[in-house]
């Protein structure tokens, strides 16, 4: 058993597959920074575990015995507020990503990602952001679109440009820096420099936040209002006075 030192971060693993716990108990001992305090191989002791040994993170496993991910999600005591849940899953619903966020989770990371991925998904929960893979963004983006999550409206652009909302726009549609830089004939420098406007500006700290931001708050919807007036106006005769 590794030693555990004073800065590791400190993980409890719920899955109840033994192959996969020992799989990546040992990625994670051999990464270095990360301690596995326990295993769980279903979701009642999972609840147990976390009440015991109180770790830094969860990885929870969506689908397991006597209760599944979003169960123990929904269970987890207010008293661990701390805890940082990152839900691991071979496969999700859309609206399983969304009920999952809400519930506190921090994180949702493919089984199938690479080892990397999951030790930076570890390290970017733990400094306070959000982690939802590339490919699931769109997914999330488009639930939290639909009618049963819409907001009941706004009219601020939270001081944003004309170009930092056409940016927000291309994230939600998930286009990275390359193609959004592409998109509006512009550097990925500037790019860069657009995005960390807007995120100081909205008080994210990365690319879901923002689209969960943007759409919660319509911002989206004000970009798609303000091009159908301009088409009507620019199509529209003009009328002499």
Do not use: C
Request: charged share 25%.
């Amino acid at each position: 058993m590794a030693v555990s030192k004073p800065q590791d971060i400190q993980i409890l693993i719920a899955d109840d597959h033994s192959i996969f716990r020992d799989g990546l108990r040992k990625l994670l001992e051999a990464e270095g920074g990360f301690i596995v305090v326990g295993e769980a191989t279903n979701g009642e002791e999972a609840l147990n575990l976390v009440r015991e040994l109180r770790p830094d993170v969860l990885l929870l496993d969506i689908s397991m015995p006597r209760l599944n991910g979003l169960e123990v999600l929904r269970r987890l005591p207010k008293s661990t507020s701390s805890l940082h849940t990152i839900l691991l899953t071979a496969s999700i619903e859309k609206s399983e990503i969304v009920e999952a966020l809400l519930l506190g989770a921090r994180g949702i990371v493919p089984k199938q990602s690479a080892s990397q991925m999951l030790f930076k998904s570890i390290r970017s929960v733990m400094a306070g952001e959000f982690w939802v893979s590339r490919d699931m963004v769109s997914d999330l983006v488009e639930t939290l679109r639909g009618p049963a999550m819409a907001g009941p409206g706004a009219s601020k652009t939270f001081g944003l440009t004309r170009r930092e909302l056409e940016v927000i726009a291309a994230v939600v549609d998930g286009q990275v820096n390359k193609d959004i830089a592409q998109t509006f004939h512009i550097s990925e420098y500037t790019v860069k420099h657009h995005l960390t406007r807007i995120f100081d500006k909205l008080g994210v700290s990365n690319r879901v936040e923002l689209a969960m931001f943007a759409i919660n708050h319509d911002l989206i919807k004000q970009m798609d209002d303000n091009r159908v007036v301009e088409e009507h106006s620019a199509s529209s005769p003009e009328t002499k006075r």
